[in-house]
């Protein structure tokens, strides 16, 4: 695969794979190639941000993704990136802070909610996570309409308090 890479960068199945092969095991040779040979190609949003759980930020296209309420989600393939991005977040105690973080700048009630999501299922840090929903369904609670919004780890619109309460328990 890493021949295939390096003689066809652009080719979404081999950047795919490493990206996977990079999350599940460590070697900075492999993340440089990555970043190296996959900068400023434009490949499937799945690979794009299985890549940007290998060797980037993985907030920027998430947020890009939902930075307006989705009125077609078939072609997110949450599915094929979701568990890239829960390994980024479990391997990296970066990712918690910049999940809270995003989560309370979030350009959309979906990025808010994906975010918190993805937060609950990946992060290894229980302790500060449960906090972080807890206060995440007391606000969501207190809203005089309830939220609904798409989350990206069920690839479903869902009633937001409902989703982190799930998380919680």
């Not at 599915?79 to 918690?96: C, F, G, K, Q, S």
């Not at 989560?103 to 449960?130: I, Y």
């Amino acid at each position: 695969m890493i021949d295939q890479f390096a003689a066809d960068p652009s080719s979404d199945c081999a950047a795919s794979a490493l990206a996977e092969t990079a999350l599940r095991e460590r070697s900075s040779d492999l993340e440089e190639l990555l970043a190296e040979k996959s900068a400023g190609r434009e490949y499937s949003i799945a690979t794009a941000i299985r890549l940007a759980a290998a060797v980037g930020d993985v907030i920027e296209p998430l947020e890009w993704l939902l930075r307006v309420e989705p009125k077609e989600t078939f072609w997110f393939n949450s599915a094929y990136w979701v568990p890239a991005v829960l390994r980024r977040i479990e391997r990296d105690a970066n990712m918690t802070e910049s999940l809270v973080e995003a989560a309370e700048s979030a350009p959309s009630a979906s990025a808010r909610l994906s975010a918190l999501c993805l937060l609950g299922l990946g992060s290894p840090n229980n302790s500060k996570v449960r906090s972080v929903l807890e206060s995440a369904v007391r606000s969501y609670e207190a809203e005089i309409i309830p939220v609904i919004a798409f989350d990206v780890t069920t690839e479903s619109f869902r009633l937001a308090a409902q989703a982190l309460r799930e998380l919680i328990n």
